[in-house]
Nanobody
């Protein structure tokens, strides 16, 4: 079974920082793109940032210059460093990975989500 496990969410004051982590585990052959999405209350899930296996990144405009996505391919882990957090960043953050699993082929896997709350 392939799964993604996120960690690092919590409560932070506006202007503060948090670092999210997401580790993939299971019978993984290879991982292509990994990414972070978020869903605020009563809003649709939106893309935050993605990173390819060779390190190319993409960000939604609202987080450019504040968030940084990175990955450790040896650990099958993706990170999201979030700085200068704003109240509008409050959401459940989900990790996603496009990967190939032994015996199962191509899969798009989601984590369970981690809550980030930005509030004073």
């Amino acid at each position: 079974q392939v799964q993604l496990v996120e960690s690092g969410g919590g409560l932070v004051q506006p202007g503060g920082s948090l670092r999210l982590s997401c580790a993939a585990s299971g019978s993984i052959l290879s991982i292509n793109t990994m990414g972070w999405y978020r869903q605020a209350p009563e809003k649709q899930r939106e893309l935050v940032a993605t990173i390819t296996s060779d390190g190319s990144t993409n960000y939604v405009d609202s987080v450019k210059g504040r968030f940084t996505i990175s990955r450790d391919n040896a650990k099958n882990t993706v990170y999201l460093q979030m700085n200068s957090l704003k109240s509008e960043d409050t959401a459940v953050y989900y990790c996603n990975a496009d990967l190939y699993a032994y015996g199962r082929g191509y899969l798009k896997v989601w984590g369970q989500g981690t809550l980030v709350t930005v509030s004073s």
